[in-house]
């Protein structure tokens, strides 16, 4: 059975490429009729940062891309499964069983040097031109000097004792076999000073443990994966299958950085990128379906996904292809499930939010952050028409005509409805065919009268959302100009 699983540190907001890892799993695990699994890697305990679990699952929750095993979110953060504990912290006793195997078999070593002497050393191969790693010092002392020692309380790691000039080789199932020499190695801390493995030992451990098959992670822990495999050779456990994927990179074709800007799931979805679009951009982030179709549901990225057809090059992140992906989610929202979403976003303007205004936006957001601003831009009052194109344009001599008869048929109706505008701007157009009031004629500057602009959503709507009143002020303060385009 296949048991894929994502593995991250609780280290703040989920990154973007972090989610996109879960979700190759998850949608794996699935296609498979597998298992996936939610680890959670908290060994270095440097960089725990607050309330990061809860940021986690949130995210995985909030995209779909749940967990059957390990952390999972009920009415509280709890664990389920049969392989647990799933939080490495919780995993302390079985990681001092396995690494005291090692060093018992002489493939793992105490090492007493101070951070000062590894740093010095470090600093001199530098300057000799030698690839830094340490140097071996400690890799041979006997036994009564490491007694003494710990007895004494001196403080040590304890790391992989490598054998010299040995091939190591392994295949990644994206890149193909790859082989590495010892010598090209450093001997790996397996478990640190505060008496915490490292990932490096953790991860393989747990691995195994959980009967993890395959191990689909991103292409910074190639490097690690000969360790990782030289200790699968140690224990004598079968290896998983590796599949190792290329970075997201940003424009520059550098790896997508939280340095760059918001790259965080939490701030896309805050902006109102749904969940679904999100998902569905990212698995098309280092993975080509069979044909050209670019909009998934989970269950069809789930029933089309392959491994075989992961990129080997990085998938630069294109931050108008998620706009666009995103703006056809939105399309295909229901007025009401629109309505709802956009809720949020207009809490802290003083717009009331009516399916009028809905319908208005419906087709020109690209995230839902945008609605008030995008409505700010067609509704605001306080626009001036100095475009030198508008200006031309109400030089026209059907353009006084156009403005007194909308004066005219607004101030008869009681209630501007959408159909009511609709109607009035029909019956302008008939009526004065014969002074070329229509198509461009009659839209245009309507528009212009109104809004400060020459193209925009739905007229007839525009003239609703905005009301009667509101109209005919507008139609009062542009008067002056029409009269003096015309003179």
């Excluded at 292409?219 to 690690?224: A, C, I, M, Q």
């Amino acid at each position: 059975m296949i048991r894929s699983r994502f593995a991250p540190s609780p280290t703040g907001d989920v990154h973007v490429g972090s989610l996109r890892t879960a979700l190759y799993n998850y949608l794996y695990a699935k296609k498979n009729n597998g298992s996936f699994i939610l680890r959670l890697e908290d060994t270095d305990r440097t960089r725990l940062k607050e309330n990061s679990v809860e940021t986690l699952l949130n995210a995985l929750y909030q995209t779909k891309i749940i967990p059957d095993e390990g952390l999972v979110l009920e009415e509280e953060i709890t664990q389920t499964g049969e392989k647990g504990p799933y939080i490495q912290s919780q995993r302390l006793p079985i990681y001092q069983n396995y690494i005291k195997k090692l060093i018992d078999s002489g493939n793992a070593y105490y090492c007493f040097c101070s951070k000062e002497r590894l740093e010095t050393v470090r600093e001199e191969q530098i300057k000799n031109g030698q690839t830094p790693k340490y140097d071996g010092r400690c890799r041979d002392l006997s036994e009564t000097e490491i007694k003494e020692r710990l007895d004494r309380g001196d403080e040590y790691v304890i790391r992989l004792k490598l054998p010299e000039n040995k091939d190591i080789s392994f295949k990644d199932e994206i890149r193909g076999d790859i082989t590495v020499n010892t010598n090209d190695l450093d001997d790996q801390v397996l478990i640190k000073a505060d008496g915490f493995p490292t990932y490096h030992f953790a991860v393989v451990v747990d691995d195994h443990l959980m009967g993890i098959t395959d191990i689909i992670r991103g292409e910074e822990w190639l490097p690690s994966t000969p360790k990782h495999s030289y200790l699968y050779e140690l224990f004598g456990w079968e290896k998983p299958r590796f599949y190792h994927l290329s970075n997201i990179l940003n424009k520059n074709r550098k790896k997508l950085s939280k340095r760059e800007g918001d790259v965080s799931v939490e701030s896309f979805l805050n902006k109102g990128y749904l969940p679904e679009a999100l998902v569905n951009y990212l698995a098309l982030l280092g993975w080509s379906p069979e044909d050209n179709q670019e909009i998934f549901s989970l269950e069809e990225l789930v029933k089309e996904f392959d491994l075989n057809r992961i990129n080997t090059t990085g998938a630069i992140f294109d931050i108008n292809k998620l706009n666009w992906i995103n703006s056809q989610y939105i399309k295909n929202l229901t007025d009401e499930e629109l309505f709802e979403k956009l809720r949020p976003f207009f809490k802290e303007t003083e717009i009331e939010l009516t399916p009028q205004i809905v319908n208005l936006l419906k087709d020109r957001l690209e995230y839902l952050a945008q609605g008030p601003e995008i409505l700010d831009e067609f509704l605001k009052s306080n626009f001036e028409i100095s475009d030198p194109e508008m200006l031309e344009l109400l030089k026209e001599d059907s353009v006084p005509i156009l403005y007194n008869a909308l004066i005219e048929k607004i101030s008869e109706v009681d209630e501007l409805t959408s159909e009511k505008a609709q109607k009035i701007l029909k019956e302008i157009q008939k009526e004065h065919k014969a002074e070329k009031v229509k198509g461009k004629m009659l839209y245009m500057p309507t528009r212009i009268f109104l809004t400060g602009q020459m193209h925009g959503p739905d007229l007839s709507l525009i003239m609703e959302v905005l009301g009667k009143e509101e109209v005919l002020a507008r139609l009062d303060k542009v008067k002056n100009l029409v009269e003096e385009s015309n003179e």
